[in-house]
C-alpha cells in the first residue's frame, strides 16, 4: 500500500495549509539554537585547543620497564628468604606483585594524561592524575627546541622533545613521541619561534 498519494485527504491538506502559510507563518531560517553560537557583545568565543595524545609505545616502554625491576625485587624478596631462613618468608615476595598491579594501573592513568595542542601562539601540555598541571610555551620565547632519544627510548622507537625557553620556569619536555613526530614538531618550534622572535 503507497502512503502520500494524492488520493490521500490527510496529506493533500497538509499540502494546501502549507501552500496557503503566509511569510508571518514561516520558521524563521535561524532559530534561537543558531544564535546561540554567534559571538555575542564579548567578541568570539575562544577556539578549543585540538589535543594530541602520546603514542602508546611509552606505555609498553614503561610497563615492560615496571615489570623487569619489580619482578626481579620479587624473586629477591620471596627465594631468598624462603631458602635461608623459611618457606613462610616467601609471602615477601606478595608486597611487590602489589606494588607491581598499583603501578601497571597507575603508569596507564599517567600516559593518557599526557597531551599537547598547538596553538597559533603558543604550546599547550598538559599532564597530572592526581595534581593536573598544564604548561603554556609561548613560541617567542623559545630559545632552543631538541629531540633526545636514550638507549631504551630508541630500542622502542620513541623520542623526547625538550623545549628551553628565556624563563626556566616554562621549560617542557614532551616524551614518548615517535621520531619522525618529534622531529617535524622541532622543525615547526623552531620556526615558529624564529619568526615570533623576529615580529617583537
Partial sequence: METGSPDDPGTAGATRAADRAGPADQ????????????AGPAG??????????????LLRMRRLLLVV????????????????LAPLWAALALMPLALLAWGWVMLGRNW?????A?????LLISRGVLWREETVVPYG??????VRSGPVERHFG?????????????????PGLDPAEAERLRDRLTELGEARSAGL
Fill in 27 to 38: 520558521p524563521s531560517p535561524a532559530g534561537p539554537a543558531d544564535h546561540a553560537g554567534q
Fill in 44 to 57: 568570539p568565543a575562544r577556539e578549543e585547543p585540538v589535543w594530541t595524545g602520546l603514542p602508546p609505545g
Fill in 158 to 174: 620513541l623520542a623526547s622533545v625538550q623545549l628551553h625557553t628565556a624563563a626556566a620556569a616554562t621549560d617542557a619536555t614532551i
Fill in 69 to 84: 625491576w619489580l619482578g626481579l625485587l620479587t624473586l629477591a624478596a620471596g627465594v631468598l628468604p624462603a631458602l635461608f
Fill in 141 to 146: 620565547r623559545m630559545q632552543l627546541v631538541e
Fill in 118 to 122: 598547538e596553538r597559533a601562539d603558543d
Fill in 112 to 116: 593518557r594524561s599526557w597531551r599537547y
